[in-house]
């Protein structure tokens, strides 16, 4: 399913490419919606798997965030055209697939992050984990209101790149601009 058109590729081809009848294919999934979706989960599952083994590892902050989300538009760029369709203009069945593991594995995993950014001193700490939540969720929402930006094409991945640097660092460069807080803000008009 990866190097060609998902929607062309038979059950009959994949099966042949996966060396299993295509009984086997039905017996599993039942055909090829829940096919789809289960290529999804694994998919999503490996990004989780991926990004949490970047988390356990000794790189810094920002390291560990610039590899998580490179891994993540490594993995929407190498994506078969079919499922990533899918995701983006959010099938009924892949949405409830995908907000149920946001809620069990990928929200956790960014309480987690957020928490190590602010144990290394990365993550401003009068940011409550709230704010840091409807943040990324104003951000998530705009993605998936803006599908277009998920359509297949090598052009996207620096746009991407660019949107994610800026969820991440704001408009700023690094260290450009030290984080206002009230403190600062008081002394200055204080």
């Given amino acids: 399913m990866n190097s060609h058109d998902a929607g062309k590729v038979s059950m009959e081809d994949i099966a ?6 295509p009984t086997t ?12 979706q289960g290529v999804v989960k694994k998919i999503i599952d490996d990004n989780i798997a991926q990004a949490k083994s970047i988390m356990a590892g000794s790189l810094p902050f920002p390291d560990k965030i610039q590899l998580i989300l490179s891994n993540k538009n490594d993995m929407a760029g190498k994506m078969p055209e079919e499922i990533l369709k899918k995701l ?10 995908i907000q149920e593991i946001y809620q069990k594995e990928i ?17 401003d700490p009068s940011i409550s ?30 746009l991407m790149m660019g949107l994610s640097r800026i969820m991440m660092y704001g408009f700023f460069k690094n260290d450009a601009c030290p984080i206002p807080t009230r403190q600062n803000i008081q002394a200055k008009t204080g």
């Fill in 88 to 97: 983006v203009y959010m099938d009924d069945d892949v949405a409830a697939l």
């Fill in 16 to 21: 042949r490419k996966a060396r299993v009848s």
């Fill in 25 to 36: 294919i039905y017996n599993n999934f039942g055909g090829r919606k829940a096919l789809v």
């Fill in 107 to 123: 929200q956790p995993m960014w309480q987690k992050l957020i928490a190590d950014g602010k144990a290394e001193g990365y993550v």
């Fill in 129 to 158: 984990e709230e704010t840091a939540f409807i943040y990324l969720k104003i951000m998530r929402d705009g993605f998936n209101a803006n599908a277009a930006l998920f359509e297949p094409s090598k052009d996207k991945i620096n």
